[in-house]
């Protein structure tokens, strides 16, 4: 008996390394020349800066296939914890070469961006 729940932990084990590869969304259109991706991680070991590069990989590679550039305009990330990986979805535009945009990125604050002031004692 002891062997046995021995066995069925370690098969337990091994289907929680099997998913630790993260989930990555497809992109969806927002508005003109805007698009956001999305990208899961496993459970409690998932990488949030793992997830936001596979976010920016997607991103690159949808305005690439348009023959234009990405441009980040927004990054939310949030934190896993038990029963849900972390999670980050990236706000983006696909510009042309010449577009004057490109020369100046401007972040878009959300409203639920948190901020946080360290104050000395």
């Known amino acids: 008996m002891k062997r046995f729940a021995i066995c069925l932990a370690l098969m337990t084990l091994a289907g929680c390394a099997s998913t630790v590869a993260t989930s990555t969304g497809k992109v969806s259109s927002t508005g003109k020349d805007r698009y956001s991706v999305s990208t899961q991680g496993a459970p409690v070991i998932g990488s949030a800066s793992r997830l936001k590069a596979e976010a920016f990989h997607d991103a690159r590679q949808h305005c690439a ?8 305009t927004g990054v939310k990330t949030q934190p896993g914890g038990l029963g849900h990986g972390p ?25 639920d961006d948190d901020v946080i002031e360290l104050r000395g004692n």
């Open 65 to 72: 296939s348009m023959g234009k550039f990405l441009q980040a």
């Open 87 to 111: 999670a980050v979805t990236l706000d983006f535009k696909c510009l042309d070469a010449h577009s004057g945009e490109r020369e100046r990125p401007r972040l878009e604050k959300t409203p």
